[in-house]
């Protein structure tokens, strides 16, 4: 009981919940599916106790699950690592350079965002990841690109068993024309277990060999891209940050040179930044190593600029004519509008005939974009903001949001 206690605490027995959601249940499925229909075929193709190849290959398949495992349920578990609620830096002067989180009622420290999903504002964010049910950031960024990488070696192994399982058994049984086909397979033949490789084992093996596959091809894309980001000390939202920081450079034709403040010069640098031998990052997710040109607050300036900037470039100011439920797949608001719905876990806002939207970004049939609310809603921090359909909204007239001047909005 002692044993059980030390992993299980009441401070930490609710984080379980997380396991509870679609993106969980779908990767543990898969890794449970791909793990165990490897462990039986490699029993048929290859068994373990006959010769050292076959010891071998059953130990790796193991030690694949258990490192795929350790990793995913840290990424999970340990968490991206949260700001304090109502965090302020020690320096007063800092608050300036700074947003303020009306939900968190705190600021949000350098790297840091607020997550929707979480609630909580993230150190570091990268991005909120379905699959783990969580944020991706600062405390568990190395452990989820680990998982990245083990899962596509670990399901190309299984790919392999699954291959030639089928083949073997195939081969003695159904002729396909495979006579020129020559494969030594006398040393994994020596014993052959009393396991059936039937019509239904076929069809899982089968099935097991197109998860595998497909696991490999899609995570191991994202191992790339989160690659590339950790070579340059970046995350996700930050790249997009300097996107835009060129853009807004070059629309107002400012003459600023953006530096991007973490990036160490060199790819080991930035890398021992998230991977380190204990798994604990560096820093404390508050306060990081900069370029020298740069400072603390280069980053959180530059978003300043871009959000002023936003207000007055892509804020369009909408006015609702149509009553919307927040229905994620409306049928009252046409077929285009119910088969092209978003494919994203952002929130849909219902609307009411009147209400004012000051709309973002958008597609043919849906927008997104922030109510505008009340005064007394909006002294007590609420904040609604998500999808909803086109053709329930048109572009007021008098846009007040739009028609201000660019001058006056502009931050130098």
């Not at 373990?48 to 790796?60: A, K, Q, R, V, W």
């Not at 089928?166 to 277990?193: H, N």
């Not at 009393?194 to 894309?221: E, H, K, N, Q, W």
Request: hydrophobic share 40%.
């Amino acid at each position: 009981m002692k044993f059980f206690s030390t992993f299980v605490t009441f401070e930490n027995l609710h984080e379980v919940r997380r396991l509870c959601h679609w993106g969980p249940i779908i990767a543990l499925s898969v890794i449970a599916i791909c793990s165990t229909m490897a462990i039986l075929d490699s029993i048929i193709w290859y068994w373990p106790l006959d010769t050292t190849g076959g010891s071998i290959n059953f130990l790796m398949l193991i030690n694949w699950t258990v490192l795929i495992l350790y990793n995913y349920f840290n990424a999970m578990f340990v968490g991206p690592g949260y700001i304090p609620l109502g965090w302020k830096p020690e320096n007063q002067l800092e608050t300036q350079y700074l947003q303020f989180c009306r939900v968190c009622q705190g600021f949000k420290a350098p790297r840091s965002h607020h997550c929707r999903k979480c609630n909580r504002c993230v150190m570091k964010m990268d991005h909120h990841c379905p699959w783990i049910n969580n944020c991706c950031g600062h405390s568990n960024h190395a452990y989820f690109t680990s998982f990245l990488l083990l899962a596509p070696l670990g399901c190309s192994h299984a790919a392999i068993i699954f291959i030639m399982t089928m083949y073997t058994q195939l081969y003695e049984r159904i002729s396909f024309g495979w006579s020129t086909v020559k494969i030594d397979m006398s040393a994994v033949r020596q014993f052959q277990p009393l396991m059936p490789f039937s019509v239904p084992a076929f069809a899982a093996t089968l099935f097991a060999l197109g998860l595998a596959l497909g696991t490999t091809i899609a995570v191991g894309m994202l191992f790339v891209i989160q690659m590339k980001v950790i070579l340059r000390n970046k995350t996700s939202i930050e790249s997009w940050i300097e996107e835009k920081a060129k853009d807004r450079i070059q629309h107002y034709q400012t003459g600023e040179e953006f530096i991007f403040p973490y990036d160490l010069g060199t790819r080991w640098l930035n890398f021992k930044q998230v991977f380190t031998w204990s798994g604990t990052p560096r820093g404390d997710g508050m306060e990081w190593p900069v370029h020298p040109k740069c400072h603390q607050h280069t980053l959180t300036i530059e978003q300043l600029k871009q959000k002023a900037d936003k207000r007055v470039r892509s804020q369009v100011q909408y006015r609702a004519v149509e009553d919307y439920n927040g229905a994620c797949c409306p049928l009252n608001k046409g077929l285009q509008t119910f088969f092209r719905t978003p494919c994203t876990e952002e929130p849909r806002i219902p609307l009411s005939k009147g209400d004012t939207i000051l709309a973002t970004r958008g597609t043919k049939w849906w927008m997104y974009g922030d109510k505008v609310l009340t005064d007394e809603e909006t002294i007590a921090g609420e904040r609604v903001r998500g999808w909803f359909p086109r053709r329930c909204v048109e572009k007021c007239h008098y846009d007040t949001a739009a028609s201000e001047s660019t001058s006056d909005k502009k931050v130098n």
